[in-house]
T-cell receptor, first 114, second 110 residues
Framework: DGGITQSPKYLFRKEGQNVTLSCEQNLNHDAMYWYRQDPGQGLRLIYYSQIVNDFQKGDIAEGYSVSREKKESFPLTVTSAQKNPTAFYLC?????????????FGEGSRLTVL | GENVEQHPSTLSVQEGDSAVIKCTYS??????FPWYKQELGKGPQLIIDIRSNVGEKKDQRIAVTLNKTAKHFSLHITETQPEDSAVYFCSSGSARQLTFGSGTQLTVLP
């Protein structure tokens, strides 16, 4: 089945540790996105990538980093510089370019900092 | 940048009644207005979208209206069913980048 796969589903980390969240898609989409979801705040864009080897900061990029070495993969690293990293993280993809714009989301990764 | 306001934050309706969720946006250049439904523990899923050259779009029990002059758009769900219970997000922007509202928790009471 085509879709977005995020892992791990749940992750615990101690303060001061970096953690990487995985996102893989087999939809052959050009564009990929990372969103953060907090209660009552909707989805906020962290980073997005329209094409391999290129990515742009979203609204809340501080304390996060990404890479886009392969079309299928867009991992997100939550660094120790992120002041409040406990949240639900959603990865999404879309056709990109002049495509329809529909976002396809994964099932999310819940990060808890202890 | 774009700012999207969504109301109400929670909405309870009796099964069979209608539900309406409203959003406003700030960027007059926005031309794409999708609505997403998020069930518990899952990622959001597109349920309907509308582009700025259209004022209304309907898909079975779901309809969306857009007023570009007032920068308002709304989601209407008729004949609500228990499976409609979820969080609904409006969003606004372009096909390349969207800004989301804060979400509406819809509960359909049996």
């Amino acid at each position: 089945d085509g879709g977005i796969t995020q892992s791990p589903k749940y992750l615990f980390r101690k303060e001061g540790q970096n953690v990487t969240l995985s996102c893989e898609q087999n939809l052959n989409h050009d564009a990929m996105y990372w969103y953060r979801q907090d209660p009552g705040q909707g989805l906020r864009l962290i980073y997005y990538s329209q094409i391999v080897n290129d990515f742009q900061k979203g609204d809340i990029a501080e304390g996060y980093s990404v890479s886009r070495e392969k079309k299928e993969s867009f991992p997100l690293t939550v660094t120790s510089a992120q002041k409040n990293p406990t949240a639900f993280y959603l990865c999404a993809s879309s056709m990109g370019g002049t495509g329809r714009g529909e976002l396809f989301f994964g099932e999310g990764s819940r990060l808890t900092v202890l | 940048g774009e700012n999207v306001e969504q109301h109400p934050s929670t909405l309870s309706v009796q099964e069979g009644d209608s539900a309406v969720i409203k959003c406003t946006y700030s960027d007059s250049a926005s031309n794409y207005f999708p609505w997403y439904k998020q069930e518990l523990g899952k990622g959001p899923q597109l349920i309907i979208d509308i582009r700025s050259n259209v004022g209304e779009k309907k898909d079975q029990r779901i309809a969306v209206t857009l007023n570009k002059t007032a920068k308002h758009f709304s989601l209407h769900i008729t004949e609500t069913q228990p499976e409609d219970s979820a969080v609904y997000f409006c969003s606004s922007g372009s096909a390349r980048q969207l800004t989301f509202g804060s979400g509406t928790q819809l509960t359909v009471l049996p």
